[in-house]
Nanobody, 116 residues
Framework: QVQLVESGGGLVQPGGSLRLSCAAS????????MAWYRQAPGEQRELVGS????????NYADSVKGRFTISRNNAENTVYLQMNSLKPEDTAVYYC?????????WGQGTQVTVSS
């Protein structure tokens, strides 16, 4: 069993920044990847980006490329999502996710609202 706990969401003005954290209940080295998703009201959940834990290789959705950065802290079993130049359309609940064997794990989500 794996628990993922997101934190760091909140209300921010357009152009602002937030850093989300995803803390795992065990070493993130036990996972091949971790990913961030988001879901806006009335919309499907979409992939924001992902990180390969061993190499640190990252990949991003076109909508956030150049503005968002995923990183990891192995000692703290935590993955981060740094979000800069935030736009109103980034408003959503953000989730982290990973997989182990045949099981997929999700955190509870953290709300990000971008509004003036």
């Amino acid at each position: 069993q794996v628990q993922l706990v997101e934190s760091g969401g909140g209300l921010v003005q357009p152009g602002g920044s937030l850093r989300l954290s995803c803390a795992a209940s065990r070493s993130i080295f036990s996972f091949y990847f971790m990913a961030w998703y988001r879901q806006a009201p009335g919309e499907q959940r979409e992939l924001v980006g992902s990180i390969i834990i061993s190499s640190g290789y990252t990949n991003y959705a076109d909508s956030v490329k150049g503005r968002f950065t995923i990183s990891r802290n192995n000692a703290e079993n935590t993955v981060y999502l740094q979000m800069n130049s935030l736009k109103p359309e980034d408003t959503a609940v953000y989730y982290c996710s990973t997989a182990s064997g045949t099981l997929t794990y999700w955190g509870q989500g953290t709300q990000v609202t971008v509004s003036s």
